[in-house]
């Protein structure tokens, strides 16, 4: 399947500060092919097929080993120019591999195993377009795939990861948390220095979902020299926003903080920011000239297992928290249009309190139902 040649993907790089959305979860499955555990191969050129000959790619009744992998070659070289044509292509990816793994008598051969990751991939990238039942199928394909595995291989956590990553885009974390936990159980006894590098940033991770409902015990300098720490914000709405002046899509989210900063900052509301750039200067020159309205802490140590990004999990960029007034994390997706909305439903729409029922031994009218302050509300 075509890619952008010169795309940075987390999966070929290992985990960097990458925000996912859906089109990307499905370009970097989509520019990672290759068989788990293999080096990517230049691939030849080849004559990739438009969108008004996706039809070629129907798998004939009783289709025959050649017949199969013909058709995963040219759906690899497909160029889709909309969500249904990508649905196509990767359909016919996962049916073919499926079927060609059931033909080939070995399933510990290579191209056996090439199978399975291709029908996995796809399966994966379908699962950005597919219901609850397609994403839970997708995960335990995963799950399955993983422990049939005699070594893991770069490739195959870096698949673990990006199911794990979509996952934590559903309101239920528990999927996403057991997806990093199976991980770091294989990885226990590795020895091999990547992986347990990686097992650090697995671990990391969990301990980024663990957050949730539970206080973010925070505490650091900022760089104009006001200690920060969570308690000296109780009983404010704090926005903790790991970002880095490199990073375009974090400087995009700033207008966005800067409005509601000036909006809400006076009922309760205060931001924290918290650099994850390596070079300090470059951080001086953009703070110097952004100017941002709210302190700003430098992660910096020089020991990465003691920064605050290991210590929070944060291995994408923008990562934006919101806590309550007590300190605990009530969102680790504060940015865009979901901060816009946490926002109205703090600020704007306090929770109604429910009224008395008829039967209750002091009854009160319906219409005596009250507006909880905004202090009260945790969400």
Not at 8 to 27: N, Q
Not at 78 to 83: D, F, K, V, Y
Not at 151 to 161: P, V
Request: neutral net charge; glycine residues 4%; hydrophobic residues 40%.
């Amino acid at each position: 399947m075509q890619t952008p040649k010169n795309l940075d993907c987390p999966l070929t790089v290992g985990l960097r500060y990458w925000r996912p959305t859906l089109s990307c979860i499905v370009v970097c499955v989509s520019c990672c092919t290759v068989a788990a555990g293999q080096e990517t191969q230049p691939s030849a050129p080849s004559q990739a097929i438009s969108a008004s000959e996706l039809p070629i790619l129907a798998i004939p009744a009783g289709a025959t080993e050649k017949q199969l992998e013909e058709i995963i070659k040219l759906a690899k070289q497909a160029t889709p120019r909309s969500l249904t044509e990508l649905t196509a292509v990767h359909t016919a990816i996962r049916d073919a591999s499926k079927m060609l793994v059931q033909i080939l008598k070995d399933p510990n051969s290579p191209r056996s195993q090439a199978a399975k990751l291709d029908e996995l991939t796809s399966s994966v990238t379908l699962m950005t377009s597919s219901g609850p039942q397609g994403i839970e199928k997708a995960r335990k394909d995963l799950v399955q795939y993983l422990n049939s595995r005699k070594e893991l291989a770069i490739r195959d956590l870096q698949m673990g990861l990006l199911v794990a990553t979509y996952l934590e885009m559903q309101p239920n974390k528990t999927p996403a948390r057991e997806t990093y936990n199976l991980m770091i159980d294989l990885l226990a006894d590795d020895a091999r220095d990547e992986m347990k590098s990686l097992r650090q940033n697995l671990l990391a991770n969990v301990r980024r979902l663990d957050l949730l409902g539970n206080k973010l015990e925070l505490k650091a300098k900022a760089l104009d020299g006001t200690e920060i720490s969570t308690d000296k914000f109780s009983g404010k709405f704090v926005i903790v926003d790991f970002f880095a002046s490199w990073c375009d899509h974090c400087l995009g989210e700033v207008p966005r903080l800067r409005g509601h900063l000036e909006k809400y900052g006076p009922r309760g509301l205060t931001i924290v920011g918290i650099s994850l750039d390596e070079d300090l200067d470059e951080l001086k020159k953009y703070l110097q000239k952004s100017k941002l309205p709210w302190p700003v802490i430098h992660d910096g140590d020089s020991n990465p297992m003691a920064t605050l990004r290991m210590k929070f999990g944060v291995a994408t960029l923008p990562t934006v928290m919101l806590l309550n007034k007590e300190g605990a994390v009530i969102s680790l997706e504060a940015r865009g249009a979901e901060l816009d909305r946490l926002m109205q439903r703090i600020f704007e729409q306090p929770t109604v309190a429910e009224p008395t029922p008829a039967n209750a031994d002091s009854p009160k009218k319906a219409d005596s139902a009250t507006t909880a302050s905004p202090t009260k509300s945790k969400s």
